[in-house]
């Protein structure tokens, strides 16, 4: 209990998260405030759409409403992994759809944040040396294209499919 938690907090700590998107606000106090919130989960959060990287059974992977996608595990290999799976998350070259993969490696599976003044894209650097981003494509699927540099413009931030971050939510029990 006490190792999850540490580990929860240094990749909050790695991604100098300041702010928990989607945090439900809340009245309660104390230990009413616990009973009343779910467990927190990280989901893979895309703020321009306000959705995460939601995992279809055998189609690419898509951007849906975050309650309905699986929470993942950034570990300290940086490595984003599927809770409760064997799978991680791997870029297979430009403009190519990011997979789920049981094998994981640090050649295109190790995910560091690069962060701009507004946004921050997650990176990996392919074995042949390529630097890959994830981004969303026009029919809304999670691939991997060549960074961009980063835009020090709000509007332009807002419009950015390459601004990916992982972030901490909590939903109400039912």
């Not at 919130?37 to 189609?59: A, M």
């Not at 990176?123 to 029919?139: A, I, K, P, R, Y």
């Not at 691939?143 to 835009?151: G, L, M, Y």
Request: some cysteine; hydrophobic content about 35%.
């Amino acid at each position: 209990m006490a190792l999850s938690v540490i580990l929860l907090l240094l990749s909050q700590l790695l991604l100098l998260q300041t702010q928990t998107p989607l945090a439900l606000p809340s009245t309660l106090q104390g230990n009413e405030e616990l009973n009343a919130l779910g467990r927190p989960h990280n989901k893979v959060f895309h703020p321009s759409s306000n959705s995460c990287i939601f995992r279809h059974y055998q189609d690419p992977l898509t951007l849906a409403p975050c309650q309905q996608c699986d929470s993942w595990n950034y570990t300290p290999q940086k490595f984003l992994e599927v809770v409760g799976t064997y799978y991680c998350l791997k870029a297979v070259g430009p403009s190519l759809p990011a997979k789920l993969s049981i094998s994981c490696d640090v050649s295109d599976s190790q995910w560091t944040p690069l962060s701009g003044s507004q946004t921050t894209h997650l990176s990996t650097q392919l074995e042949d040396g390529t630097v890959l981003c994830l981004d969303v494509d026009d029919e809304n699927n999670i691939v991997t294209n060549p960074c961009r540099s980063f835009s020090g413009d709000a509007k332009a931030a807002n419009g950015d499919s390459q601004w990916f971050q992982i972030s901490t939510f909590s939903y109400n029990k039912d």
